[in-house]
């Protein structure tokens, strides 16, 4: 794995880098090295230095505040823990639980993931017509909560887990 994760001079993970930016970062002093591989090195024909896998930036860098998370399709399958809001069973497809012909819009709040049986089920029909109910209700995400959660849900390095879990509390 050749990413390493940026974070902000107050310890605020900030995003993923690739490993040539991360080095640049270091060689820069941009940033310094707090969790590095053990006995793995970074050389080149005059330097050597630790293979680096969270680093913080040197200065605070100031991030737009954004109140929502942005709502994308894989958004909301990892919402929902790619389980379906009808059934229970493995969810891969999205449903408008107000169907968009009926006057539902596209939001964190209608639209859930769905298996695909349930899908064609359902097509355009609303729940008190079929007599079903939701397991669980969709929510609109915290942005901050969210991006961590997109962070881990990947394969992560396991010095990442000590600076994530730390803002994620």
């Given at each position: 794995?050749?990413?390493v994760l940026?974070?902000?001079a ?17 060689l820069?002093?941009?940033a ?8 793995e090195?970074v ?26 998370a942005?709502?994308?399709?894989n ?39 769905c ?14 017509e079929l007599?079903?109910?939701?397991r669980?209700s ?10 961590i959660s997109?962070?881990t ?10 600076w ?6």
């Open positions: 794995m050749n990413r940026l974070l902000n107050t310890y605020e993970p900030i995003c993923t880098v690739a490993m040539s930016r991360a080095i640049a970062l270091l820069q002093g941009k310094q090295a707090l969790a590095c591989r053990p006995g090195v050389r080149s024909a005059s330097e050597s230095i630790d293979y680096p896998t969270v680093i913080r930036l040197e200065r605070y860098i100031r991030l737009p505040y954004r109140r929502s942005p709502l994308t399709r958004g909301v399958l990892q919402r929902d823990n790619h389980t379906c809001i009808y059934c229970g069973r493995d969810g891969r497809t999205i449903d408008h639980i107000i169907p968009r012909s009926r006057g539902g819009d596209s939001s964190w709040l209608n639209l859930a993931a298996c695909q049986k349930c899908n064609n089920k359902k097509g355009d029909s609303l729940l008190a007599g079903w109910r939701l669980f969709p929510h609109e995400p915290d942005y901050r909560t969210f991006y997109k962070l849900a990947r394969r992560i390095e396991p010095a990442w887990s000590e994530l879990s730390l803002k994620a509390a």
